[in-house]
């Protein structure tokens, strides 16, 4: 850090950094399928980002980000839900953030069908309800919303990268709704 480094905070690693971090150990991530429910809590929508992907093309995604240094879990999916979603989405962040499936993104996509040319990362899956106005912020492109049927079907499995897909099929299995 340089003596003229205005930044305060400290939780982030520089490019460089984290770029070597990268190249040397797993990063811990959360990813959040988000949803809209009825008012039975059947799932009805959910939500994909359109935005580059980590291997460069545009694909429809789930909320995905890095847990910060001395962050709660259960802060880092809603700082990346707000970051992702806009600060109006209202997302229903578990009370207890046990994650419903854990992804182990690799360089090499042989090794788990998950796959981030930039890094080995651990990242916590959850289905996160949200109530609010969604606007896709930061690099997305479009957020969209798709009923479970349509979400699984050819031409958006079709858009999606590095094993997102297998997220999504997981997700509407869990909450019984895998068409």
């Not at 109530?131 to 858009?159: K, N, R, Y």
Request: proline share 9%; charged share 20%.
């Amino acid at each position: 850090m340089s003596p003229i480094d205005t930044d305060t905070d400290n939780t982030w690693l520089s490019p460089d950094d984290l770029e070597q971090v990268r190249a040397q150990m797993p990063i811990v991530y959360v990813e959040a399928v988000p949803v809209r429910v009825d008012s039975l809590g059947n799932v009805t929508e959910i939500g994909l980002l359109l935005r580059q992907a980590a291997d460069g093309t545009i694909s429809r995604l789930i909320v995905s980000g890095r847990v910060k240094h001395g962050e709660r879990v259960r802060d880092a999916l809603l700082r990346n839900c707000e970051k992702d979603l806009g600060p109006l989405a209202l997302p229903r962040i578990p009370v207890e953030p046990a994650p419903f499936t854990v992804a182990e993104y690799f360089p090499n996509p042989d090794l788990s069908g998950y796959h981030d040319p930039r890094q080995h990362s651990v990242s916590l899956v959850y289905i996160v309800p949200v109530d609010g106005e969604c606007e896709p912020t930061q690099q997305a492109l479009d957020l969209a919303w798709f009923t479970p049927d349509e979400v699984v079907s050819p031409t958006v499995i079709g858009q999606m990268t590095g094993g997102q897909d297998r997220l999504l099929r997981l997700a509407l299995a869990h909450v019984g709704q895998l068409p």
